[in-house]
């Protein structure tokens, strides 16, 4: 759980964190707003936040020592665990995590969009409703798209870019939405 995740879960504001934890209150803004890493803090900066917030130091830092993978190895992982969990549990595990918006607050933004993509298409395709939590993510895209690297590929080889064209007439809207062009989620192997 992020720090952010935390002050919302908690239903404080910055500033009330400051003054329950003794933290400075700029310390604790430039934390939220990107601008110091609470990875970095001290471990008493640390300690203080997360007993004021009532979890573990371990459960605050977790979120910030994350690795980050490769796209193409990210995306394969979110579709096998879609084929092993199923659409219904992947939905309600994906909403009970929240990863979508850790990332996004990690600035992960293709990781976040992937996965509120898929969030959406499996939602569309087994007919249940869309979850309005993301609503402000779902406003927002990439500024290039981002085909996969088996098109790029195809693409330079060929010399041509008609391969990236015909994907994107064909592909997932939901994911295409955040200029993401992904055409097939469910054959994986």
């Avoid at 404080?12 to 400075?24: F, G, M, T």
């Avoid at 084929?83 to 929240?98: A, C, P, Q, R, V």
């Avoid at 990690?106 to 969030?119: C, D, T, V």
């Avoid at 064909?170 to 993401?180: C, D, K, L, Q």
Wanted: proline letters at 3%; aromatic letters at 10%; hydrophobic letters at 40%.
């Amino acid at each position: 759980m992020t720090l952010q995740q935390a002050i919302k879960q908690k239903n404080i504001s910055i500033y009330r964190l400051s003054k329950i934890s003794n933290v400075p209150y700029a310390t604790v803004n430039d934390i939220c707003n990107g601008k110091s890493q609470l990875e970095k803090c001290s471990a008493e900066t640390v300690y203080r936040l997360a007993q004021a917030l009532g979890i573990s130091m371990e459960e605050l830092l977790t979120p910030y020592f994350l690795e980050r993978c490769s796209f193409d190895s990210f995306k394969s992982a979110i579709c096998h665990q879609v084929k092993d969990m199923g659409d219904i549990d992947f939905i309600i595990d994906t909403l009970e995590t929240d990863n979508i918006r850790t990332y996004y607050e990690l600035k992960w933004y293709q990781e976040s969009f992937y996965l509120l993509g898929m969030l959406d298409y499996l939602s569309r395709e087994n007919d249940v409703p869309i979850c309005n939590d993301y609503d402000d993510l779902r406003r927002l895209k990439l500024e290039k798209p981002i085909y996969p690297s088996s098109l790029l590929a195809l693409s330079v080889v060929l010399g041509d870019d008609s391969v990236l064209k015909d994907a994107v007439k064909t592909a997932i809207p939901e994911f295409t939405r955040f200029n993401i062009i992904e055409n097939e989620v469910r054959d994986v192997v």
